[in-house]
């Protein structure tokens, strides 16, 4: 999975609780992202970085928070979980766009996360 | 909202034919990706093909895109029980963008 790891790869968690995943990579790439996968909606983007400590929303991004203080670690953080947020939760990185590279996203294996 | 919508959400046949998925898009794109999900695995990247191309192989993989339809499609051929797995369109919308829209996929299983 091309040096990304993620943590935990499962987590049972109850309703109000925080939640913090984890995900590390090794490749020095300059974007990271975080995406839940649901049925029915394919992959949806939380939040992307584009560097230490830049950040952006993505198309769902309420009630999640995230911080990059190195290159390596992006953190998604559920403040309060919901049983809405039941679901699994890719990290992906990307290499800065150039005149010979493309914008391919490179996929960690996962976390399955559910709120009780 | 979901940039790709991909037909057929299922396909199933039998080992050898060739399967093919389509994808299709609401706006202008610099780039369309095609991703392969095993289950219970991360999406793995297998081809991306340039607005201003039409059509492009990799191994048993040929992608088209026509650009005046907003679509695409993902043909494999002489497909494989190892094939099985959910295919998955991604477009960017610009150049440098660095941000993809999946589409929701299409579960391709193939019976040996």
């Known amino acids: 999975d091309a040096g990304i790891t993620q943590s935990p790869r499962h987590k049972v968690t109850e309703t109000g609780t925080p939640v913090t995943l984890r995900c590390h990579q090794t490749e020095n790439h300059r974007y990271m992202y975080w995406y839940r996968q649901d049925p029915g909606h394919g992959l949806r983007l939380i939040h992307y970085?584009?560097?230490?400590?830049?950040?952006d929303k993505g198309e769902v991004s309420d009630g999640y928070s995230v911080s990059r203080s190195k290159t390596e670690d992006f953190l998604l953080t559920l403040e309060s979980a919901t049983s809405s947020q039941t679901s699994v939760y890719f990290c992906?990185?990307?290499?800065?766009?150039?005149?010979?590279?493309?914008?391919?996203?490179?996929f960690g294996p996962g976390t399955r996360l559910t709120v009780l | 909202s979901q940039q790709g919508e991909e037909d057929p959400q299922a396909l199933s046949i039998q080992e050898g034919e060739n399967a093919t998925m389509n994808c299709s898009y609401k706006?202008?794109?610099?780039?369309l990706q095609w991703y392969r999900q095993n289950s219970g695995r991360g999406l793995v990247h297998l081809i991306l093909i340039r607005s201003n191309e039409r059509e492009k192989h990799s191994g048993r993989l040929r992608v088209t895109l026509d650009t005046s339809k907003k679509s695409s499609s993902l043909l494999i051929t002489a497909s494989r029980a190892a094939d099985t797995a959910s295919y998955f369109c991604?477009?960017?919308?610009?150049?440098?963008?660095?941000?993809?829209?999946f589409g929701q996929g299409t579960r391709l299983t193939i019976n040996p």
């Open positions: 991604a477009t960017s919308a610009r150049q440098g963008a660095q941000k993809l829209v």
């Open positions: 706006t202008s794109i610099n780039n």
């Open positions: 970085s584009y560097g230490v400590k830049d950040t």
């Open positions: 992906a990185i990307s290499e800065s766009w150039t005149s010979s590279s493309t914008d391919t996203q490179y």
